[in-house]
């Protein structure tokens, strides 16, 4: 959401003009971005984009109403969905708004981290909140710990730049958590709370602040410090493979909602609101200074230094991250490595049909585990296509490739 800044008719981005367009796509969609998914983010009530905030405000205050009434109740799961259902809301209200110092911002992300300290209180010690000093910053995490046998290993989960720290996993269904792996997620450099500190990200700044979490988190006697993974989402997939590329305690790395390669098709030919948020994120108020950036940000160079067994997830058409620039990206990879296409779908793969309706976070977990495990030897390679509504999905045969002249006889 822009602010008008008083009387002058200038703009920072060559696109920015194109705002009315947006406010009618919220009206009749209900979304702000990723418009090839029919399902709604955003209730009917929200016709504009600056309706949004007090929209979703409206929302959140009434599901943060029954968490707290089923807290008082003494109905602890119940309560902790419900915190984690107003936690979401309140979460996509204060993110359409990209200004510093916004009272209405802070205002809904206080609300949403007074819902999650509740959610940590009722979680018996399973959750706790992590902070480290990083570059004369404070950062901030989230540690989601396992029941299973301790030491654990640990993945450092990098959200996308519509997410938080508090997004993902979900308190209530944890599938790292349920396979035997702790789950750190982090605010690094521009998202969440560091927006809030004007904490701003760089072209690398975000896998330094995540090599810090690591190394503190490396101290734990809880953490097998040998057994470091890194998962990551839309965003988070280009910071998880350059924090793979820079640390080499990483071990493992599996992401999806790809961001692997080229960041044109996000940043120019996509919603315009991509960058103005990155340039938000980033303290950025010149345009051409923000695109000399995104040239910076292709992956090529970073994913050749890449060692580790790695996953890369993208949807066929997704609309932010091209397949044939993700594919170059994968090809530079040294490690053992897989690389799965989702057919006939978009940047989003949660209650995706092509996975059988669940969301790709417990494929992505039940794949680290297994590359911790020391199933995937020197040289694997699979290229899987996970079918529309038939196949075995990623449990597939490899494919010989995605183009039409490899792909014909499967779409026979």
Wanted: glycine residues 8%.
């Amino acid at each position: 959401m822009l602010t008008n800044d008083g009387t002058s008719m200038r703009q920072e981005r060559q696109r920015d003009n194109q705002q009315w367009m947006l406010d009618w796509i919220i009206k009749t969609t209900g979304r702000e971005q990723n418009f090839a998914y029919d399902y709604r983010r955003f209730p009917p009530e929200a016709k504009s984009y600056r309706m949004i905030p007090r929209v979703m405000h409206r929302e959140g205050a009434h599901k943060e109403a029954l968490a707290r009434a089923a807290d008082e109740a003494g109905h602890a799961e119940t309560a902790t969905a419900l915190y984690y259902e107003a936690v979401e809301t309140y979460r996509h209200g204060q993110h359409v708004i990209f200004e510093d110092d916004n009272p209405e911002k802070t205002f809904l992300h206080d609300r949403m981290s007074a819902c999650y300290d509740r959610i940590v209180a009722l979680s018996n010690g399973a959750i706790e909140r992590v902070e480290i000093a990083w570059e004369d910053h404070l950062m901030s995490g989230i540690l989601h710990r396992t029941t299973g046998p301790s030491p654990a290993p640990l993945v450092i989960f990098c959200p996308g730049m519509d997410m938080t720290k508090e997004a993902m996993p979900h308190p209530a269904n944890n599938p790292w958590a349920r396979r035997g792996l702790h789950i750190l997620s982090i605010d690094g450099p521009g998202q969440g709370v560091s927006n809030l500190r004007k904490v701003r990200v760089t072209a690398d700044n975000y896998e330094r602040a995540a090599t810090a979490f690591v190394d503190a988190m490396v101290e734990r006697p809880d953490v097998d410090a040998g057994k470091i993974a890194v998962s990551g989402f839309s965003m988070g997939s280009h910071w998880g493979t350059r924090l793979a590329a820079l640390d080499s305690r990483v071990k493992a790395i599996a992401t999806a909602a790809a961001c692997y390669g080229s960041k044109r098709p996000l940043f120019q030919f996509a919603s315009p609101r991509f960058k103005q948020m990155f340039m938000y994120m980033a303290g950025i108020h010149d345009e051409d200074e923000f695109d000399d950036l995104a040239e910076q940000m292709g992956l090529l160079d970073e994913a050749a230094q890449i060692r580790c067994p790695s996953l890369q997830v993208i949807g066929e058409y997704d609309p932010l991250c091209y397949l044939e620039d993700a594919y170059d990206v994968y090809e530079r990879i040294q490690g053992p490595k897989e690389f799965w296409v989702i057919e006939n779908d978009f940047h989003i793969p949660v209650a995706c049909r092509n996975l059988g309706g669940l969301d790709i976070y417990p494929f992505l977990a039940d794949w680290l585990r297994d590359a911790l495990n020391g199933r995937f030897a020197d040289g694997h390679r699979r290229d899987v296509l996970v079918q529309e509504r038939r196949g075995a999905g990623p449990y597939s045969d490899p494919v010989p490739g995605y183009w039409l002249p490899e792909r014909a006889p499967l779409l026979d």
